[in-house]
């Protein structure tokens, strides 16, 4: 028997609705703990779902200790809700994490819910994650301070560095421009021919791939352009945007996401909820990493389960020279309490190659944006133990300085000069 303890009405339809025609084993709701509790000296019950909303801190650990002392292989999954403050959901995940608890955070849609649960509980054949699959989610402080450059360049580094197969998915459902920055005007596919499977739930790998463009000079890199259709932005709901990075993920070993400065839409909270890790884009410039991030991220991260402090900062538009450029690395970090992960000068080329079509010719050449941009996805491999490409022999420096000191050693046939 699965079962279900919670006062949620439309919730608890939801779930018996989900085990309808499944057969053993059956769903069943209970509105009290003490219920359950009775329930369990009857019959045998294999997973139990448990809303937060009846329970403080000590009492979730006591009720939990008493089913497993009457079932000792009952299966717990817990849902968290915003009745807590982000502090203590935290130690309520590190107690699921700890006891082997499956957990839900706050702010899911019921479908969301109910389809994460039906998946956990019943066993049903899930898209599963590629091995090492890692979602990376880049969004700016402030509009059209270089996120894309930033996302899209540490993407391609990733597919120029690693061997893991990239996707790089814009998720900025109201001002997508990458099509534009690559010279392609009229793109094949974009995210909003993709609104009936996401919203039917039906997405493939094999659609995904087929709208998603491969990039000359990156092969391992895959693109999905983002929605062109900006006034249909607000149509877009979390459970769709979670599917397509559910199924980007079993189809790809490393996502990309660019999602939109403004948190008003489900690409952006979607984005975000899913992510493995997430990094934030801003300048040196007061008004954005002080004005813009208060604003958003501090206002509304915790009300969705997120922190501040697990967001990492990239630094753009930083001028080498100091002059009117703002303030410093170090008082960026102290004002935002995040790290700072690295940095981009502000560079004239760049604007002008992204406006005239030429950002990924830009991003393969020497430009000095590119150094700046590698070591951001050298990071990134070393933070997520990505597999990096074998440095070939015949390109490697040692390889030829040791090959040059034997010459000139004598321990060749031919002489120093002659070689």
Not at 49 to 56: A, M, P
Not at 88 to 102: D, Q, S, V
Not at 229 to 248: G, I, M
């Amino acid at each position: 028997m699965l079962v279900l303890l919670s006062a949620d009405e439309d919730l608890n339809h939801r779930w018996l609705s989900t085990g309808k025609g499944e057969g053993e084993p059956y769903y069943c709701v209970f509105t009290e703990p003490s219920e359950l509790l009775s329930a369990l000296d009857r019959q045998t019950i294999r997973h139990a779902v448990l809303s937060d909303r009846y329970f403080d801190f000590a009492a979730f650990c006591d009720y939990t200790e008493s089913l497993r002392e009457r079932q000792p292989d009952i299966q717990i999954s817990v849902l968290l809700s915003d009745r807590h403050d982000r502090f203590l959901n935290e130690r309520w995940m590190k107690t699921c994490l700890a006891k082997g608890y499956f957990w839900i955070s706050p702010h899911r849609t019921k479908e969301m819910i109910i389809q994460q649960l039906h998946e956990h509980v019943s066993g049903s054949p899930a898209l599963t994650r590629e091995t090492c699959s890692k979602l990376m989610v880049f969004i700016g402080s402030t509009p059209n301070i270089g996120t894309t450059l930033v996302s899209f360049g540490a993407a391609v580094e990733l597919a120029r560095e690693t061997t893991h197969r990239i996707g790089y998915i814009c998720l900025n459902l109201k001002s997508s421009k990458l099509h534009r920055y690559l010279g392609n005007e009229r793109p094949a596919y974009t995210l909003d021919q993709l609104r009936a499977e996401l919203r039917s739930q039906s997405l493939t790998r094999e659609k995904l791939l087929q709208t998603s463009e491969t990039l000359r000079g990156v092969p391992n890199l895959h693109v999905l352009y983002g929605n062109m259709l900006r006034e249909q932005a607000e149509y877009y709901r979390p459970e769709d945007v979670a599917h397509l990075l559910k199924v980007a993920l079993s189809t790809f070993e490393v996502c990309v996401v660019e999602v939109s400065a403004y948190w008003d839409n489900a690409g952006t909270l979607g984005g975000l909820l899913e992510a493995d890790s997430k990094y934030l884009v801003t300048t040196r410039e007061l008004a954005h990493f002080q004005e813009d991030t208060n604003r958003w991220l501090h206002n509304l991260s915790q009300s969705f389960g997120m922190t501040p402090g697990g967001f990492d900062l990239i630094v753009t538009q930083a001028d080498k020279i100091g002059g009117t450029a703002g303030l410093g690395l170090k008082d960026i970090r102290r004002e935002t309490s995040m790290n700072v992960l690295g940095q981009v000068h502000r560079h004239s080329a760049v604007v002008e190659s992204m406006n005239q079509g030429k950002l990924l010719e830009l991003l393969l050449g020497r430009h000095p944006v590119k150094k700046e941009l590698s070591r951001i996805a050298s990071t990134l491999i070393r933070y997520h133990q990505l597999n990096r490409k074998p440095i070939p022999v015949h390109t490697s420096p040692a390889r030829r300085w040791y090959g040059n000191i034997r010459l000139w050693l004598g321990k060749g046939r031919r002489t120093g000069w002659e070689a």
